[in-house]
């Protein structure tokens, strides 16, 4: 039964992905057709067209994330698909003007068509829109949660992942919590159709994936450093014995040169794509509160050398200098305007071009954060093997309020499976990030009230565990 829904739902899926994909490629060639009758028919000029327009929406589908309806929600499926779409229509529409141009014919470079070009958008972006939101509709109406059982170590622990799994509450419902010294673990885990483990030992966390994989049960689990490594590992035979190789990760003299070139032109193109930008944002603080334009701070960065990273000044002066909190006094008017829409980091692209910074890589921390994050995660200082960066996984999947724990896995990420490709990857992931509000969303406070009980059930396992481990034997 179960492997007739996962063949109906794959069905689904495949044909609202087609039917979709169709409707863009369609939409393009069709209405860009009727000033373009070469569109057409066959051609060189459709040819060439067709195929860049196949190859970047495959690749920009690649950066951005697929139609996956019924595994994220809509909005930033809308985002992804929707940025890829005009990407590939933008490339494509230039191919096609610069196609159009003949000097034999004395044909000059012209953008083709503007007006049917902007129709083209707007069209593809209520496809999207439609199909995206209808999709995830039907994807919800045929497709019940699926039941989750959470095994943890706390009540603090449970709301921090329950608050995370209620985000995506029609994909999840929680039916069990458990705490991992529970007798009837293996019961609750057979109730449910995919097991959450947070902040669970090593050891009790690697016998219960064994178990929820010989029962067929779906696994998430919170990752230590340890799982992050093992991302780059190899699997190897040697003579007879099946090995796991776990190579040091460094970059090589060929990544390092490409690595600095990229930083080097992308930089400087930024700065002068965006020096208007620079323009109005100087202004606008000058005129807030007559104070410094920018903002110069000591941060670490490679083998732990200091640099002074420069940002907007979006702080009043001669405030104590500490991170950045939830309705912060000290952020002037204009500052929480340029926080919002991170223009206040449009300096950093001069520590990239001088080469204190790269374009991808973990955020330089302050000295005072680097020392504190340290003390009590001594792991935090393997950020500083790399380049300190603009943007990286912290920056496009993580919160302001992320926790330092999660930011460094999020930063080892990218450390232990580094690439060029993953670079630019990356570089163009960060446009989704000016679609993405900095807060989650509201929680629903009636199953707030539900996790709580929960949470209250955990609480007490958690402390008569306690009590029984201090009896004396």
Not at 36 to 64: D, E, H, K
Not at 74 to 96: F, N, Q, R, W
Not at 445 to 457: D, G, I, M, P, V
């Amino acid at each position: 039964m179960k492997q007739l829904a996962a063949k109906l739902e794959r069905t689904i899926v495949f044909l609202l992905k087609t039917c979709l994909y169709t409707m863009l490629f369609v939409g393009f060639f069709g209405i860009m057709g009727i000033e373009n009758p070469q569109l057409l028919r066959f051609s060189r000029t459709s040819g060439v067209t067709m195929l860049t327009f196949a190859v970047v929406g495959l690749g920009m589908t690649a950066a951005y994330g697929r139609y996956d309806i019924g595994k994220r929600k809509s909005k930033p499926i809308i985002s992804s698909i929707g940025l890829a779409t005009l990407i590939t229509d933008i490339v494509t529409y230039v191919e096609l003007s610069i196609m159009n141009t003949n000097p034999t014919n004395n044909t000059r470079f012209q953008f083709e068509s503007i007006g049917l070009f902007i129709v083209v958008i707007i069209i593809q972006m209520i496809a999207v829109i439609i199909f995206t939101y209808g999709g995830n509709w039907m994807y919800f109406k045929l497709y019940e949660p699926e039941r989750c059982c959470v095994i943890t170590s706390s009540k603090e622990a449970f709301l921090q992942i329950s608050h995370a799994v209620d985000v995506f509450r029609k994909q999840y419902r929680i039916c069990e919590v458990k705490d991992y010294r529970s007798d009837d673990l293996t019961d609750a885990i057979l109730r449910c159709e995919t097991v959450f483990l947070y902040d669970v030992p090593v050891k009790e966390r690697t016998e219960l994936i064994e178990y929820c994989y010989r029962n067929m049960r779906s696994i998430y689990f919170g990752p230590e450093i340890s799982d992050i490594v093992e991302i780059n590992s190899k699997y190897v035979i040697l003579d007879d014995i099946s090995l796991i190789n776990l190579p040091v990760k460094e970059l090589s003299l060929e990544q390092r040169f490409v690595k600095r070139c990229m930083d080097i032109l992308s930089s400087l193109a930024a700065m002068i794509i965006t020096s208007p930008i620079w323009l109005i944002c100087a202004i606008a603080i000058k005129m807030n509160d007559g104070g410094k334009v920018f903002f110069k701070q000591k941060r670490a960065t490679k083998d732990g050398k200091v640099f002074e990273v420069y940002k907007f000044r979006t702080m009043k002066e001669n405030v104590t200098n500490y991170s950045a909190v939830e309705e912060d006094d000290r952020i002037t008017k204009v500052g929480h305007f340029l926080r919002k829409y991170r223009l206040d980091e449009f300096p950093q692209f001069l520590n990239i071009f001088m080469g204190d910074m790269s374009l991808v890589g973990p955020r330089p921390e302050m000295l005072e954060n680097v020392y504190l994050y340290t003390k009590e995660y001594p792991e935090f200082a393997y950020r500083l093997r790399v380049k300190a960066g603009l943007t990286g996984y912290a920056q496009i999947a993580g919160k302001y309020n992320t926790t330092p724990k999660y930011k460094l896995i999020l930063d080892l990420m990218y450390i232990e499976d580094y690439s060029l490709l993953k670079d630019v990857k990356l570089v163009l992931q960060t446009l989704i990030v000016f679609f993405k509000p900095d807060s989650t969303e509201a929680f629903d406070e009636s199953r707030y009230e539900h996790l709580e009980k929960f949470a209250e059930l955990l609480d007490e396992s958690w402390k008569q565990s306690e009590e029984e481990t201090d009896e004396p034997s």
